[in-house]
């Protein structure tokens, strides 16, 4: 999908003001591409093969054992390793996202020594949660198993026959999702023969939402298109138009496509929203639009309304009425012992009432009750959870989570199932996956009727339990993958919770206020890190921050002295203002006073239910003396707590108290910070793509002047930050003698942020001053190697909890000599004299880092790592340093591509920028080399639509005949499965006539 920048018809306009040199080398990235896939099925075909060869006769025997729900017949073909990789590549079980299964299966028989390479293959993949697009697709969009089609429905198919849009006008409870599901599925097998035919789901509950849907949709695209100076009106009708742009194009017009806008409500969205997308999609006889809604839009489409009812009488009466199946009514008869003369009688009694709208509400209330009672004998209480979730996409790992920690990973995954298999016997729910991997999706109509069936004081308690919930769950510090895949997975369920805890609960006590606050920025921070949704980061970190300003100013707003001209001094970037540096005092006495009411059940529960990463877990184990096999879920007793914090590994309750606001506000700044900043790359990435480029390929990094908003909002991250570590001196450390070895380790406290703001403050100025201010970076220097000294006895903490002692932390010295290796690489620029000693000091911590790249495996960040340390290489110019600036290039784009960063990023251009470069300045030593970077004969073509299908037939071509043994081995199989069961036609026939 990449090659949608060469067909939107923006693009040639921007590849005529590059020129034919830079076409050359964009032409490289498509047959970079082109090679990942080959290279993804070299590492899996490298990792099965090495299973394969690695299974013993007994070793399958036992496998086949533990797969014996498998098909009789496919096992029995299982003879080797290659023939059970073959079957698990069959069944879908060796993906990224499925290689659990693998691994499951090796443990399971003591091959531990292979389920560690498993492991090691997992971790190194980026995991499809980020880059899925399965809640937009069809895969979202479940239809119940007991579904009917109606008349109602068969005027949709009819209508779609002669036009091109279809708006469902109804109620809630008129089937109108289910219609649109199943015309979705029918538009999906229609087409399943065009490849390139588009189904995409769009939430249309708020305009965020919708941002959100189209966002994923331009990831999916590959096109960059999101800009600071948009509000979110003005970026969703941008993308829908380079959606049409792109599905009109040379590549996409002769296929059909179909969107599903889904759950409009009038009251919460402006209806000119909507008429702005549908004005940009009817005018395209390709794209077929459904749309539900519960009011009419614009008199424009009024000829596209289908008024929704729900049944015709004969069609309720073959329904029995039912609002969800027949298996439900055979599934109460069968557990009340009810006949089915009595049963009518009743159900006749219900639906006898004059508002119809009641009748189903009543009858769909039975089913509740019913599945409730029996939920209840089973003492599984998830149920009353489901309507504040993302009903339509719950997976199994969220209601596992919300079980009591003290359930084993067994008992836990037989209460599911059971809960599962309940609430599908009465058709409440729809199942998709496997195992962990399911999914559910419940009706939100049913739902509806299950909230509204719950008292208010009830529904404030399940609320309260889900808001400590998803702020345990949900991190701030999302670096690693673990912990952002966790995060993208609850994402959008801590949303639609929000909508309701916002909706119900009125006045809201400190305690509330804390935990909906943090919740806001884990959802802002999240969107950060995703990528391509910075518009959504923005909206969530500026409630949170928004909402600690009231709590601090009695006002949602700062009004603050901007810094107006650029700082003279490192001091300057780091604290700003005399203003600047009050107002943070201000803000820091104000939130000490209110953190001082918060609860210290709150801080309790707090620290004890958080879900903390493997690495922090086995830091805590490490220096509190606790084995880790005392640690359940990831999660602390209280046991573990005060084991903690006689080791001065966790502060006093009332401490953590009193600096929560203050640590929630750095961490919310610090991030609003970057993503203002990654808005304004955003920018000027689609304004300015030829500068852009142009920087990319020359300079060591690119310069982009950091804004007076986006350097308030650090320096006031850093004020307060200085003093919250000022603060933290005054706390009394525990010098009990009998953990005096381990006490000692640990004498003062510091917060985990002091080292990230001054390492922030650096980059921006980085960012921001021209080569020729030596005294800046000589500045720079020294306090970055000052981070690096006297930190015996300190412990960086985060909310209380000790996060890292002296060198535990791989990734602080890295960001630290990373920055490092840039001011020296900068300082050899502007300081000639001392040039070589200061492009050697740069190589040093280049080599340094290359020595400990395997262990950044997890990090989001190593694209950016592999850049910094080619462009070190690359500025000594001799062979080996280029091939190895070479090397980081390749892999900064393939890591980049590997991601969830989908569109073309900054990482993109700058790492195949340099790629072109190299190839034309340097003579390669390999062939290898030369073929790789070769320009493509298609490259000078004038028609970049006739280039980009070339390239496309010659990467279906590549990967065809990549695949061409195994493509040999199954037609022989199957043509001998074929003889054989013609000969065994033959037989019985013979028999037969005889």
Not at 6 to 33: C, D, H, Q, Y
Not at 234 to 249: C, N, R
Not at 448 to 472: C, G, N, P, Q, W
Not at 854 to 860: F, G, I, Q, T, V
Request: net charge neutral.
């Amino acid at each position: 999908m990449f090659n949608q920048l060469f067909v939107l018809p923006s693009a040639k306009s921007v590849f005529a003001r590059l020129g034919t040199n830079k076409l050359i080398w964009f032409t490289e990235i498509g047959k970079t591409l082109a090679k990942w896939n080959q290279r993804y099925l070299k590492v899996t075909k490298k990792l099965t093969h090495e299973v394969a060869l690695g299974l013993s006769k007994d070793n399958i025997k036992e496998i086949k054992f533990v797969l014996r729900d498998f098909k009789k017949r496919a096992l029995e073909k299982v003879i080797n390793g290659t023939d059970l990789i073959q079957l698990l590549e069959e069944r879908d079980c060796l993906s990224v996202d499925q290689v659990d299964k693998l691994a499951h299966l090796l443990r399971t028989i003591s091959r531990h020594d292979l389920d560690k390479k498993v492991q090691m293959f997992k971790d190194s993949a980026i995991s499809s949660y980020l880059a899925t697009h399965d809640y937009f697709g069809l895969k979202s969009m479940h239809v119940n198993t007991n579904y009917m089609e109606t008349l109602e429905y068969r005027n949709i198919c009819d209508h779609l026959k002669q036009d091109n849009l279809v708006i469902l006008k109804g109620p809630p409870g008129t089937w109108k999702s289910q219609h649109a599901f199943k015309y979705a599925h029918y538009f999906s097998q229609e087409q399943k023969n065009d490849l390139k035919s588009l189904v995409w789901r769009v939430d249309c509950s708020t305009d965020i939402n919708i941002y959100n849907s189209l966002s994923h949709l331009m990831n999916y695209f590959k096109i960059h298109c999101i800009s600071s100076e948009n509000r979110i009106e003005e970026s969703i009708e941008m993308m829908i138009m380079s959606t049409v742009a792109t599905l009109e194009s040379e590549c996409y017009k002769d296929s059909k496509h179909l969107f599903i806008l889904l759950g409009i409500i009038c009251t919460t969205l402006p209806k000119e929203i909507i008429n702005t997308i549908l004005k940009h999609l009817k005018p395209h006889e390709n794209i077929l639009v459904i749309l539900t809604v519960n009011e009419s839009l614009s008199e424009d489409f009024e000829n596209n309304v289908i008024e929704m009812h729900g049944m015709t009488e004969e069609e309720a009466i073959a329904f029995l009425d039912v609002p969800d199946s027949m298996a439900a009514k055979i599934t109460y008869m069968h557990q009340t012992k009810i006949s089915i003369e009595h049963y009518l009688k009743r159900f006749e009694n219900i639906t006898s009432i004059e508002d119809h709208e009641n009748s189903t509400t009543k009858a769909c209330q039975l089913l509740i009750d019913r599945a409730d009672e029996k939920l209840k004998k089973q003492k599984i209480k998830l149920l009353q959870y489901l309507p504040y979730f993302n009903t339509d996409n719950i997976p199994v790992f969220l209601l596992k989570s919300l079980l009591p920690r003290n359930l084993s990973d067994n008992e836990k995954s037989s209460l599911i199932n059971t809960f599962l298999k309940i609430l599908t016997s009465y058709s409440l729910i729809a199942i998709s996956g496997q195992d962990d991997s399911r999914v559910i999706a419940a009706h939100s109509y049913t739902l509806m009727i299950l909230k509204s069936s719950k008292t208010k004081d009830e529904r404030l308690a399940h609320m309260e339990t889900l808001l400590d919930y998803f702020v345990s769950y949900m991190d701030l510090d999302a670096r690693l993958l673990e912990v952002i895949h966790r995060n993208v997975l609850l994402v959008n369920h801590a949303k639609a919770f929000l909508n309701n805890f916002e909706d119900e609960s009125e006045s809201q006590t400190w305690d509330q206020k804390a935990r909906k606050c943090y919740l806001y920025a884990a959802i802002g921070i999240t969107y950060r890190m995703y990528g391509n949704a910075e518009l959504s980061a923005d909206v969530y970190l500026s409630k949170a921050k928004h909402m600690i300003y009231r709590a601090a100013l009695g006002d949602g707003e700062l009004p603050c002295d901007r810094t107006s001209e650029c700082p003279d001094t490192l001091n300057d970037y780091l604290s700003g203002s005399k203003a600047i540096q009050d107002r943070a005092k201000e803000i820091f006495e104000n939130l000490l006073l209110k953190g001082r009411e918060l609860s210290p059940n709150f801080i309790e529960c707090f620290i004890e239910n958080k879900y903390r990463n493997s690495r922090s877990i086995e830091l805590l184990c490490k220096y509190g003396n606790i084995s880790i096999t005392d640690i359940k879920n990831n999660q602390l007793s209280g046991h573990n707590i005060d084991q903690l914090r006689n080791k001065n590994l966790i502060m006093d309750s009332k401490h953590i108290a009193e600096t929560f606001w203050i640590e929630l506000l750095i961490t919310t700044l610090y991030n609003a910070s970057k993503n203002t900043w990654l808005m304004e790359l955003s920018k000027d990435e689609r304004n300015n793509l030829r500068k852009r480029i142009s920087t990319a390929s020359t300079a060591s990094s690119i310069c982009f002047p950091v804004t007076s908003d986006i350097l308030l909002e650090h320096q006031l991250s850093h004020g307060l930050t200085k003093h919250l570590e000022e603060f933290m001196k005054s706390f009394n450390i525990n010098k009990n003698s009998k953990h005096s070895s381990v006490a000692q380790k640990i004498q003062k406290f510091c917060p985990i942020f002091s080292p990230v703001t001054h390492r922030n403050g650096i980059l921006y100025m980085l960012r921001s001053i021209c080569d020729k201010q030596p005294g800046l970076l000589k500045s720079a220097i020294d306090l970055l190697s000052e981070l690096d000294s006297n930190t015996d006895g300190i412990g960086f903490t985060e909310f209380g909890v000790v996060k890292r002692i002296k060198d535990s932390s791989l990734y602080h010295y890295v960001m630290i000599d990373k920055l490092k290796m840039e001011c020296y690489e900068r300082l050899s620029k502007s300081d000639t004299l001392s040039e070589e000693d200061h492009l050697g000091e740069a190589v040093k911590i280049a080599e340094q880092l290359e020595k400990e790249i395997d262990n950044m495996e997890s990090w989001k960040a190593l694209s950016g790592i592999h850049l910094k340390i080619a462009n070190v290489f690359k500025l000594k110019n001799t062979e080996e340093n280029i091939q190895r600036a070479k090397y980081h290039y390749k892999k900064a784009f393939d890591r980049e591509y590997e991601s969830n960063n989908t569109r073309l990023t900054r990482f993109h251009l700058k790492a195949v920028g340099n790629l072109e470069e190299k190839a034309d300045g340097i003579n390669m030593s390999s062939n290898e080399d030369q073929n790789e970077l070769r320009p493509s004969k298609y490259a000078q073509t004038d028609d970049l639509e006739d280039y980009y299908a070339m390239w496309l037939l010659e990467k279906k071509r590549d990967l065809l005949i990549a695949d061409k043994e195994r493509t040999e081995t199954e037609l022989k199989r199957i043509s001998s499965e074929l003889e054989s069961r013609k000969n065994k036609i033959a037989e019985n026939n013979l028999l037969k006539e005889n």
